[in-house]
């Protein structure tokens, strides 16, 4: 079995095809001068696409991610349909379709906070993007996706999986923390498994968005007298969320605040942001960032293995 990646997730997909024991390939991918993107699977890659089954690892972010992987999927239908007719006549130019065996693994879903129509007219984009790449793959496999449920129903397969226990495993290593906290109400679930791995207090705070720089929280006592505190959320983008989390722990006796999440968007100056307000930063490497020390890839592989066994293709 064979794991590819274009130019936006090849540490997770290199990640996962070591979890698997698989190899690992890239497809080209360029830009044209007025930025539209051009990809091109390699003629040495071709053969085994064709032999067995592939899972192709790909953002949905940023808006280029989306195009790349629709490309790329686009792709690997026309070379495990047989349809390689080119202009140059290179190789074969048309061979047996070979059937399913293309699975989707998303480190990243880009969108996914768009999963709600909140006015009439506006596009649930969540979910528009989930259905363009259904009709392109057998399977999908989403990483620490923010609101699982606008996946739901899609025409193939979805395996939710999560860094969570990778995630506990290095707090639990690193920082040691005495308790652990959920942001807001979203990132409970996630958070409380953290909270179970490593067998440490946990509670939650309640957020009200007032743009996307301005967070509050409604004011709650938290027992963190003296203790040491990990933060908990599936994504940190402006760190906004973080900073206020984490002023309410030191006001109420923090000795230590450390911010973990699954996806480092760390946008706008974030990170410098972040370092004045906690003593550290851990994300896993499913965006690039300069945070990125949880691996991601074995979640991948169970998320991969639950679909093979969904698709009864062991
Ligand atoms: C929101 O519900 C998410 O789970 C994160 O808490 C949020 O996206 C973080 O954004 P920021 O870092 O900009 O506060």
Redesign the pocket.
Do not use: F, S
């Given at each position: 079995m064979v794991v590819v990646s274009g130019s936006n997730a090849r540490p997770m997909a290199e990640q996962l095809a070591g979890e698997l024991g698989w190899s690992h390939h890239s497809i080209e991918t360029r830009r044209f001068p007025d930025t539209e993107g051009y990809i091109r699977i390699p003629d040495e890659l071709i053969d085994s696409i064709r032999e067995e089954p592939v899972v192709l690892v790909s953002n949905t972010f940023p808006d280029s991610g989306i195009i790349e992987t629709l490309l790329m999927l686009e792709a690997i239908n026309d070379v495990r349909k047989g349809n390689l007719a080119n202009l140059r006549e290179i190789g074969p130019q048309e061979l047996a379709d070979v059937g399913p065996g293309i699975l989707l693994a998303i480190p990243y879903f880009g969108y996914s906070?768009q999963d709600k129509r909140f006015r009439p007219g506006e596009a649930v984009s969540a979910r528009a993007i989930a259905n363009l790449l259904a009709s392109r793959c057998d399977g999908i496999i989403v990483f620490d996706l923010?609101a699982p449920k606008v996946l739901e129903g899609l025409s193939v397969p979805v395996a939710f999986t999560s860094a969570m226990p990778e995630l506990a495993k290095h707090l639990q290593k690193s920082v040691n923390p005495d308790f652990i906290l959920s942001?807001?109400k979203?990132?409970i679930e996630r958070a409380s498994q953290v909270a179970n791995e490593i067998q440490c207090q946990f509670s939650y705070l309640e957020?009200t968005?007032i743009d996307?720089?301005t967070?509050v929280h409604k004011a709650k006592d938290l027992d963190v007298e003296g203790k040491v505190v990990a933060i908990v959320?599936?994504?940190?983008?402006?760190?906004?969320?973080?900073?206020?989390a984490a002023d309410a722990l030191r006001s109420q006796g923090a000795t230590e605040v450390h911010a973990a999440?699954s996806h480092g968007?760390f946008?706008g100056g974030?990170v410098a942001r972040l370092i004045r307000y906690v003593d550290g930063v851990h994300a896993t490497s499913s965006l690039k960032n300069p945070q990125d020390v949880i691996p991601g890839g074995p979640a991948l592989a169970r998320g991969v293995n639950e679909l093979f066994e969904i698709l009864k293709w062991k």
């Open positions: 906070r923010h942001p807001d979203g990132a957020k968005r996307a720089h967070i959320d599936d994504m940190i983008a402006t760190g906004g969320t973080i900073c206020r999440c968007l946008t974030a």
